[in-house]
């Protein structure tokens, strides 16, 4: 073993200490570096998750406008459909009146309740009634009629098909707010 002067000890502790120091310092800077580069990422991840609620709260407020528009228009276009629902016995009668008084002389008579029948359905038709168009010979749609009875088709081209309209269908807007009643062939 060699021995050491004391001046070459001190020296040795002083290089030693200096050298802790140093790896000490640096350690530390290892682990404050560390501990920004954590802080960092976890800011980051927190920036990145409040980003992704508000974009999924922006889409829900858009979608919730877009619902409660729709829901608004759909509101004005079916708003009298009470109203025209309710009406819809006096359009079958002004039609029962009109069959009945074709049939007599009266020309006169015919014209005038013509004339009232064509305000009435004119002013509906403005409000958005349209009535459902079915003949005879059509083929039945079950969303679209609504079968009263079924009887032995006259022709054999009527099967499955209308053989008379009972009562006229009508829609407000793209709603249909009574079915034509029909009779279909078997």
Do not use: C
């Not at 609620?53 to 276009?77: D, G, I, M, Q």
Request: aromatic residues 6%.
């Amino acid at each position: 073993m060699k021995f050491m002067s004391k001046k070459e000890e001190e020296i040795n502790k002083e290089f030693a200490a200096e050298e802790n120091t140093a790896v000490e310092q640096e350690v530390e800077q290892t682990t404050e570096a560390v501990e920004e580069i954590s802080e960092e990422e976890k800011l980051r991840e927190e920036l990145a998750s409040e980003k992704d609620k508000f974009l999924r709260l922006f889409a829900e407020f858009e979608n919730y406008k877009r619902r409660t528009s729709k829901e608004r228009v759909e509101l004005f276009k079916t708003a009298g459909q009470d109203i025209m629902v309710s009406m819809l016995p006096v359009l079958d009668d002004f039609d029962r009146a009109l069959n009945e008084i074709s049939k007599t002389e009266d020309k006169e008579l015919l014209k005038g309740v013509e004339l009232i029948s064509n305000k009435l359905r004119n002013t509906l038709n403005a409000k958005g009634l349209e009535q459902v168009e079915t003949k005879t010979g059509d083929v039945f749609n079950a969303d679209l009629h609504e079968a009263i009875t079924q009887i032995p088709a006259p022709t054999d081209d009527l099967k499955g098909k209308l053989v008379d309209v009972i009562e006229k269908g009508y829609k407000l807007g793209d709603k249909v707010i009574r079915h034509p009643k029909v009779i279909v062939g078997q």
